[in-house]
């Protein structure tokens, strides 16, 4: 499934796809979904329901649960929990992390599967960050092996609060451009607002995202074109 909705993408850089939500749905699709979030392992969210727990429930059952209610459409995300970790470069700094709950997680992974190639379709060669079969050490080695062919710099940049700084509705444009298959888009939005709870109160950042919300890194990344003048190239391996 994936590799056909890939070569349909990248067949056509203006299609706009409109049956996705029954694959969003479909048993190997949610199984795949929970392997990934059970391999991934992490906290529970606000609901304190550990993957244990959902192991104990019954895995099937609960899979089955959330494609009823998928389809019914009385699915509603819960609110990720908050938390602060320290920021490997810096002793004294923190930054926020959002933990959906399994349940969330599932469903987040379920639409990742579906659409991630889709948008794949679409990155540049110069992009590295949260994309399958890519990351930092790849770009790593393109500056290394650059180096060897005559550049002699390299620019590092960050933006500082790159998550939470994008705007849902020029994001929902972006993914637009791409799905227009309603429901699929419906979900896109209700994931994107459901807020995170900090102090137990619940805190909705009027037209943003929570920042790494399980699947958001890579709803959102942005290429940063290769470019050279000189003696320099610049690699994204960031999400923008």
Request: aromatic share 8%; hydrophobic share 40%; with cysteine.
């Amino acid at each position: 499934m994936q590799h056909v909705l890939y070569r349909a993408a990248k067949a056509d850089p203006g299609r706009r796809f409109h049956s996705l939500w029954d694959k969003i749905l479909r048993r190997d699709v949610l199984w795949r979904a929970w392997v990934a979030v059970r391999r991934n392992d992490g906290a529970p969210g606000i609901d304190k329901v550990t993957l244990a727990d959902v192991e104990e429930y019954g895995v099937v059952r609960l899979l089955d649960e959330l494609a009823t209610d998928l389809r019914e459409g009385r699915y509603r995300p819960l609110p990720a929990r908050r938390v602060f970790i320290p920021k490997p470069a810096s002793a004294t700094e923190r930054r926020p992390l959002s933990i959906p709950s399994v349940r969330d997680r599932i469903v987040q992974a379920a639409v990742k599967i579906v659409l991630e190639l889709i948008f794949e379709a679409d990155m540049l060669a110069c992009s590295y960050g949260f994309r399958p079969k890519r990351g930092a050490h790849d770009a790593l080695q393109v500056l290394i092996d650059e180096s060897w062919r005559g550049r002699r710099w390299v620019v590092e940049t960050d933006i500082a609060n790159c998550f939470e700084a994008i705007p849902v509705e020029k994001l929902m444009h972006a993914v637009e451009e791409r799905v227009c298959d309603q429901s699929v888009l419906k979900l896109f939005r209700v994931i994107l607002r459901a807020g995170v709870m900090i102090d137990g109160q619940v805190r909705r950042t009027a037209g943003k995202p929570p920042r790494r919300a399980g699947w958001f890194p890579r709803c959102w990344r942005t290429s940063i074109c290769t470019g050279s003048t000189g003696h320099g190239m610049c690699v994204s391996t960031g999400c923008w």
